[in-house]
């Protein structure tokens, strides 16, 4: 088993080697996805790079369990995650959507700052009064930004919550027939950033900032990247909120990371938070 050089692109092996045999990683067949020349955040040569390799067929259950184990054995500096497509934009990752130069650095970010902001820009206007558009949508809390929820211990190994929630959306149908995806980066909250996603631009162009987040929910919750579509991004929760008061904080937290979840979901951040924060272990967002 051999590593990359430390300066090597992690993905870099797998140009000679696509199945990682000399990585011991064993992997389904795949291809390289190439990003353009330039810059990105989490890799810093000015040259064209390998941003991830996909695997050339859907996976089943188990997949990215052996996947993940076997990364951790190697050290090899890549992070595994389930790309997931939708009807009319199959293989969004090879249409040219991933752009890593436009991001900044997640480590020039910290999440209070950018949950405030999120926040500001997503509170509705003191001009639509009580009523369910106004302060309504966002009580029990008012425009001012609420603060970070508490820090929960998981009361499981985060990585088995994660692996054994991959296999029950697959099973289930939520990530139908989805591809395995390994990506240069030091954590999966990073994945986003690393591979240039931009599934919220509508709402942030930048997703060092939604990686910022994330790094601070996997620090407070155990949460863990195992998913990404077109425009959704799903996480596990090994520190689920076993209440509404204890939920009601995340729920302002994800009103303020992805708006529509509520504004076209569940309607308000109170029943956003009884819907889908409240002993959840699952965490889906999705951008209009």
Partial sequence: MTKPPKNQNALSPLAEDPQGRALGLDLPPGTIVDGPAGRTPLRSRARREPLLWVSDEPVGVGVLAA????????????????L?????????WNRGEPCPGSMSDPDDHH????????????????????????????????????????????????????????DELIRDGVLPGPRLALVPAARGADVPTAMGWQGAANHENDTALLTTVMRSWEERFGARVI???FDEVHLSVAAPLPTRVA???????????????????????????????TGAEHWAFWWD
């Fill in 67 to 82: 996947c993940r184990s076997r990364l951790a054995r190697t050290g090899a500096g890549l992070q595994a995650v389930l």
């Fill in 84 to 92: 997931q497509e939708r009807r009319g934009l199959e293989e969004w």
């Fill in 111 to 166: 999440v209070e700052p950018v949950l405030r902001e999120f926040w500001a820009g997503v509170v509705p206007d003191p001009e639509e009064g009580e009523g369910p558009d106004g302060a309504g949508l966002i009580a029990p809390f008012g425009r001012d930004w609420p603060g970070l929820a508490e820090h929960r211990t998981p009361r499981e190994d985060p990585e088995a919550v994660a692996l054994a929630l991959a």
């Fill in 227 to 229: 998913a990404l579509g």
């Fill in 247 to 277: 939920a009601l904080p995340v729920a302002a937290e994800h009103f303020a990371f992805c708006p529509d979840n509520v504004w076209q979901g569940s309607g308000s951040v109170r029943a956003y938070a009884d819907e889908a924060v």
